[in-house]
């Protein structure tokens, strides 16, 4: 895949800055604690780090699977090292599939009235 242009990067990297800024604050103001921009600014590079590195080992387990397209068998091998996110994936995709297969959300999704 062809990488971003600075611009879009940049964009982005905004936007993450952005949510983990009011996520920061949120939790900031639940606690009755400070954080510094300065911190904010280090979990943001580390966030991006870490995006970068999960979306080139996506992209390399779909190209060595023949495909161009990432999709959840992707998802579920890259967690497959943390159980308890791969459970929780590995969940979620079943109850889509369910859903999907009887075009009813389950039971217990569904909103009563």
């Not at 639940?30 to 904010?40: D, E």
């Not at 091998?77 to 075009?103: C, F, H, P, Q, W």
């Amino acid at each position: 895949m062809a990488e971003p242009t600075e611009d879009v990067q940049a964009a982005l990297k905004a936007a993450l800055w952005f949510h983990i800024g009011k996520m920061v604050d949120e939790e900031s103001l639940r606690r009755n604690r400070n954080a510094t921009p300065q911190f904010i600014g280090t979990l943001v590079e580390t966030v991006w780090t870490q995006l970068e590195s999960v979306a080139i080992d996506l992209e390399t387990f779909s190209k060595h699977a023949g495909r161009t397209t990432v999709n959840t068998e992707d998802v579920l091998l890259l967690a497959r090292r943390n159980t308890d996110l791969y459970e929780m994936i590995k969940d979620s995709v079943n109850k889509k599939k369910a859903t999907k297969s009887t075009g009813k959300a389950p039971r217990a999704a569904r909103v009563k009235r």
